[in-house]
């Protein structure tokens, strides 16, 4: 993943679902999602063999019975991905214990893109582990970008100098390993800093 361009991979039976499920995560706002649709288990497994992806998108029905729990034992990179499970129909809730999340083929643009956001900016138990937990002064910083603000508009808000303000900002982009403000902004609505309805008009 680089420049907040997330890898996911589509494993659905269904053709016609398949590239619905692709055709829509093109048209996410915020996100650069390099779709990859994969047609079979084998396939699937093969591509995880050679590639790392960001998360998989699967069909707890995909090749009649998708077994993730023998997939992750079989192949490392399966182990380090995220998945959600969607769902075409009714699904017992056991069979979703290994996902992290799940949507429906009826639910709107919208419910799609917060779980995805929440799911590829969520980081791992490891790197939770290690990564650097922002300050209050930080978080308020977060919020006036995303807003719009220029360096000079919150130093004056906040009554620090420019200087100060942009040393923030690169410690925010160190630690969270974010380095651009629709990346920002993502980060700030599934981290709850701001609602969406407060960014929503803006171009992310």
């Known amino acids: 993943m680089s420049n907040n361009t997330f890898q996911i991979i ?3 039976s269904s053709a016609i679902l398949r590239s619905g499920v692709a055709a829509v995560l093109r048209r996410l706002p915020g996100l650069s999602i390099h779709p ?11 591509y ?8 998989i998108i699967a069909d707890p029905n995909f090749g009649g ?13 399966a182990r380090k991905v995220k ?9 017992d809730s056991s069979t979703l214990k290994e996902y992290h999340d799940s949507f429906t083929i009826y639910d709107d643009t919208n419910t799609i893109s917060q779980k995805l956001n929440k799911l590829l900016l969520s980081p ?8 650097e937990q922002l300050s209050q002064r930080e978080k308020e910083i977060i919020t006036f970008v995303v807003k719009g603000l220029t360096n000079k508009a919150i130093a004056d808000k906040l009554c620090l100098s420019v200087h100060t303000v942009i040393t923030h900002r690169r410690n925010i982009a160190r630690k969270l390993q974010i380095h651009s403000p ?3 902004t993502i980060y700030a609505i599934v981290n709850k800093l701001v609602e969406l309805k407060d960014v929503e008009s803006l171009n992310v």
């Open 182 to 184: 629709a990346g920002l």
């Open 83 to 91: 998945y959600i499970a969607v769902l075409s129909s009714v699904i």
């Open 65 to 77: 019975h998708f077994d993730l729990h023998t997939l992750k034992e079989e192949v490392a990179n």
């Open 10 to 12: 589509i494993a659905i």
């Open 124 to 131: 791992t138990a490891d790197e939770a582990e290690g990564q």
């Open 36 to 46: 990859v649709e994969v047609p079979s288990i084998d396939a699937l497994r093969t």
């Open 48 to 55: 995880l063999q050679l590639h790392q992806a960001d998360l």
